[in-house]
């Protein structure tokens, strides 16, 4: 399944962003958003299965929403109260899975740039 994503940018801290992810086809597995920032491993920042469960990586919780709408085939990162630490490469990510208790995925997205600052 190809994954397209949108949203990302430049903001300043305590400003909004949100991520789109499209996807060529309605897959029915677990989906997830990574971000990897400059000299730092990739990070599962949150997961949504397919049956509705969702999970947070706690720097974020409180502040970030991820939702998805399957009409529309599209996975969606609602990032709010945005910090310095939030500043990464975000990739949207299908069918989220772990391995050696690291989470991973079978199909990507390109990435898309998020960078916010002081």
């Known amino acids: 399944v190809h994954l397209g994503e949108s949203g990302g940018g430049s903001v300043q801290a305590g400003g909004s962003l949100k991520l789109s992810c499209e996807l060529s086809?309605?897959?029915?597995?677990?989906m997830g958003w990574f971000r990897q920032a400059p000299g730092k491993e990739r990070e599962l920042v949150s997961m949504i299965s397919t049956a509705g469960i969702i999970t947070y990586t706690d720097s974020v919780k409180g502040r970030f929403t991820i939702s998805r709408d399957n009409t529309k085939n599209t996975l969606y990162l609602q990032m709010s109260s945005l910090k310095t630490d939030d500043t990464a490469v975000y990739y949207c990510a299908a069918c989220v899975y772990y391995s050696g208790g690291r989470p991973s995925a079978t199909d990507w997205g390109q990435g898309t740039q998020v960078t916010v600052s002081s």
């Open positions: 086809r309605y897959i029915n597995c677990d």
